[in-house]
Antibody
């Protein structure tokens, strides 16, 4: 049974950065895509970006370009999300999520992408910017 | 980017009612659409993938249909444990956008 365990809650000052980890256990790592999804208080789900560890090339939502970095460490089966230049609007629960299958494709730029939904989610990490 | 519009934003129905939620993509996404259920204070759970395939362990009262730009999630007989917010998500390409969510309550 695959499990994703995320790092603990964070309280950050505006202008600072946060790095959240997500450790995968119970399954293969490198060939499954991982994404980060956030949820502001009382709001919906927002996809931030993701990557396929075997290639290490991330895709980011336009909104977060320049502020988010997603990386993976295959030696520890851990995915990371770093967000810089934090504001109060970044206060949210941050989830990591794993793709349902180890299926990938290539986009028009030749970058590897995954085109499957998420079937495993981490428990969420509360990030408060205040 | 392809926009995903979900409706209604909320609904209230009686136990046993048939409930329908719709999701519309601004461009065709073939059948690469998923539905998730998020109960209050819980993590999202995959219900439906490939527009109409039921995820393992999900009750058969949940069903999905559609292709291209228009999709539907149906709960054939609403149960008290179905109180949750439901989200659609396109996953044909990045960004893997979610719909705005539909909050389902019991009358």
């Amino acid at each position: 049974q695959v499990q994703l365990v995320q790092s603990g809650a964070e309280v950050k000052k505006p202008g600072s950065s946060v790095k959240v980890s997500c450790k995968s256990s119970g399954g293969t790592f490198s060939y499954f895509g991982f994404s980060w999804v956030r949820q502001a208080p009382g709001q919906g789900l927002e996809w931030m970006g993701g990557l396929l560890p075997v290639f290490g090339i991330p895709n980011y939502a336009q909104k977060f370009l320049g502020r988010v970095t997603i990386t993976a460490d295959a030696s520890t089966s851990t995915v990371y999300m770093e967000l810089i230049s934090l504001t109060s609007e970044d206060t949210a629960v941050y989830y990591c999520a794993r793709d349902q299958t180890d299926t990938y494709d290539y986009d028009s730029s030749g970058h590897p992408i995954t085109t499957v939904p998420f079937d495993v989610w981490g428990q969420g990490t509360v990030v408060t910017v205040s | 980017d392809v926009q995903v519009t979900q409706s209604p934003s909320s609904l209230s129905a009686f136990v046993g009612d048939r409930v329908t939620i719709t999701c519309r993509a601004s461009q065709g996404i073939t059948n690469r659409l998923a539905w998730y259920q998020q109960k209050p204070g819980k993590i999202p759970k995959l219900l439906i993938y490939a527009a109409s395939s039921l995820q393992s362990g999900v009750p058969s009262r949940f069903g999905g249909s559609g292709s291209g730009t228009d999709f539907t999630l149906t709960i054939s007989s609403l149960q008290p444990e179905d109180v949750a917010t439901y989200y659609c998500q396109k996953y044909d390409s990045a960004p893997r956008t979610f719909g705005q969510g539909t909050k389902v309550e019991i009358k």
